[in-house]
């Protein structure tokens, strides 16, 4: 049985967050998603609005699973049984930070390795920051998001 987790902001979940969850599925048996709860960056979705659209998403997804997360990764996937780290690359900028962050995270734990999956071409400019400075101008996020997402997302401007 391979666990594993995916840490992140998700702010909000974009196409290229689903494609990693798509293909880590096949090839872990469990995925916990992990929606952090403070953030470096600050958030324009709340963190039950974050997981709530997460959720959501991965509905059609039986061995995907959703849960906050504050603190260390590394302890999030001991609690979790984990025994990877999935996160995505989008570009060699992302590699720089992220070689940093999964040596960091074997330093303080060497049972826990990083997967890393690299984006699909039609993801690379993607990321919640684009859809953020879309939504900023009232532009169209189709195709960016899980349709469920952009749905929640306009009925919550309705509502504001
Ligand atoms: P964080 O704040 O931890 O970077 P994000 O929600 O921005 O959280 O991203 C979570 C993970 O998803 C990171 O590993 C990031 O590189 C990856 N990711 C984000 N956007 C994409 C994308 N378009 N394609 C592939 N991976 C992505």
């Given amino acids: 049985m391979i666990k594993a987790v995916y840490p992140g902001s998700f702010d909000p979940v974009t196409q290229g967050h689903m494609d990693i969850i798509d293909r880590a599925v096949k090839v872990v048996d ?39 997360f504050e603190g260390m990764t590394v302890e999030f996937a001991h609690l979790h049984d984990a025994k990877i780290i999935i996160r995505g690359l989008r570009a060699i900028t992302d ?27 039609h993801h690379s400019f993607l990321s919640s920051t684009v859809v953020k400075e879309i939504l900023a101008f009232n532009g169209d996020i189709s195709g960016l998001v899980p349709d469920c997402v952009e749905t929640m997302i306009k009925n919550r401007k309705l509502k504001q």
């Fill in 30 to 68: 469990e995925l916990v998603v992990g929606v952090l709860v403070n953030t470096s960056k600050s958030c324009m979705f709340t963190l039950d609005e974050r997981v709530e659209f997460l959720r959501e998403a991965t509905k059609g997804y039986p061995n995907v699973k959703v849960e906050k």
């Fill in 95 to 121: 590699l720089v930070s992220e070689m940093s962050i999964a040596q960091t995270n074997r330093y303080i734990d060497d049972t826990i390795d990083t997967m890393f999956f690299a984006t699909d071409i």
